[in-house]
């Protein structure tokens, strides 16, 4: 079955330090990943996705994420965090085999200390 | 904004009543996926419509049931509503073109079952 892990519930970063919210994949087939954002008592925003190509992917709001096969790994980062940027990180992955619906993550809530 | 809009935006019910959510779709997409985020969870995949057929079913009851209208907008049925029904639901549209593809989110509508 697929399925998306995101191993820390909660990661703390001082403002202006770099950042990384963690992602591991279990799909058979080929991996189709995406990130998204959720601000409290708002919907998900979409942040970037990976679906074939460059490993490395950049997207919205200076976020970018790596696609790493041999580690089955789609890890969020950002060179330099902002107290903006605290909210919940979803990490999530589509099956080809069931219409594309999205797997996710657990959600990793990001802090992000002034 | 991704112009995906619900409503109503929170609603209150209690156990045993019918609800119905509503989802108007971004311009131009063809495909309306529904969710529900408990507290403190990942979303879970309700349903998918697709021209107006429902084109994948995640692990919820008969009594969860939708609709897709012509313009692509979307209903979301609850039934004999239980206090675990209680979630954010998400309305998701994207354009289905046979592949993997970018899912843009409503700000959801917030459900307290009593």
């Known amino acids: 079955a697929q399925s998306v892990a995101q191993p820390e519930d909660q990661v703390n970063v001082a403002e202006g330090n770099p950042l990384t919210v963690k992602c591991t994949y279990s799909?058979?087939?080929?991996?189709?990943l995406f990130w998204y954002v959720q601000y409290p008592n708002r919907g998900l925003q979409f942040l970037l996705k990976?679906?074939?190509?460059d490993n490395l992917v950049k997207g919205s709001y200076g976020f970018e994420a790596e696609f790493n096969k041999s580690q089955t790994s789609f890890h969020l980062k950002k060179p330099s965090a902002l107290v903006s940027d605290s909210a919940l990180y979803f990490c999530a992955t589509q099956w080809e085999d069931s219409n594309y619906q999205l797997i996710w993550g657990a959600g990793t809530k990001l802090i992000i200390k002034p | 904004e991704t112009g995906v809009t619900q409503s109503p935006t929170h609603l209150i019910k209690t156990r045993g009543q019918q609800v119905t959510l509503r989802c108007s779709s971004q311009s131009g997409h063809n495909t309306v996926s529904w969710y529900q985020q408990a507290l403190g969870q990942g979303p879970q995949f309700i349903f998918q419509?697709?021209?107006?057929?429902?084109?994948g079913r995640g692990n919820f009851p008969p009594r969860f049931s939708g609709l897709q209208f012509p313009n692509y907008s979307s209903e979301l049925n609850v039934n004999a509503l239980e206090l675990d029904d209680s979630a954010l639901y998400l309305c998701?549209?994207?354009?289905?073109?046979?592949?993997?593809?970018?899912?843009?989110f409503g700000p959801g509508t917030r459900l307290l079952v009593l």
């Open positions: 990976y679906i074939t190509g």
């Open positions: 419509y697709y021209r107006e057929e429902e084109n």
């Open positions: 998701a549209s994207s354009f289905n073109a046979g592949g993997p593809e970018t899912q843009y």
């Open positions: 799909v058979s087939g080929n991996p189709y």
